[in-house]
Nanobody, 131 residues
Framework: QARLAESGGGLVQPGGSLRLSCAAS????????IYWVRQAPGKGIEWVST????????YYAESVEGRFTVSRDNTKNTIYLQMDSLKPEDSALYYC????????????????????????WGQGTQVTVSS
């Protein structure tokens, strides 16, 4: 069964860093574009970052550009989101997700993402940025 599992969230002070991991199981993540999205309390789901199958094309939301870095290790079937210079407004539940189809670039909205457009996603990992 295809599964994604996020980890690495936690409580961090403003300006701090966290690295989120997205571990894939039951399928080879190397065939899929991977998306990071997040949901803050009381808000819709927001797109954060996207990485292609080879890891040489990366895209970021304007709000995280220059602070977050997405990467992947296809030998470990894992995708990462390095988050630096964290701000309180980065506090959210972070999810990784993939399309239903291999090698398929899924066009998604920047705001109010409907998770049903993805083929699979994890349970999320909580990031809280607070002093």
């Amino acid at each position: 069964q295809a599964r994604l599992a996020e980890s690495g969230g936690g409580l961090v002070q403003p300006g701090g860093s966290l690295r989120l991991s997205c571990a894939a199981s039951g399928f080879s993540s190397s065939y899929y574009w991977i998306y990071w999205v997040r949901q803050a309390p009381g808000k819709g789901i927001e797109w954060v970052s996207t990485i292609n199958t080879r890891g040489d094309r990366r895209y970021y939301a304007e709000s995280v550009e220059g602070r977050f870095t997405v990467s992947r290790d296809n030998t470990k079937n894992t995708i990462y989101l390095q988050m630096d210079s964290l701000k309180p407004e980065d506090s959210a539940l972070y999810y990784c997700a993939r399309p239903a189809e291999r090698s398929y670039y899924l066009e998604i909205p920047k705001k109010n993402v409907d998770m049903d457009i993805f083929g699979s996603w994890g349970q999320g990992t909580q990031v809280t940025v607070s002093s």
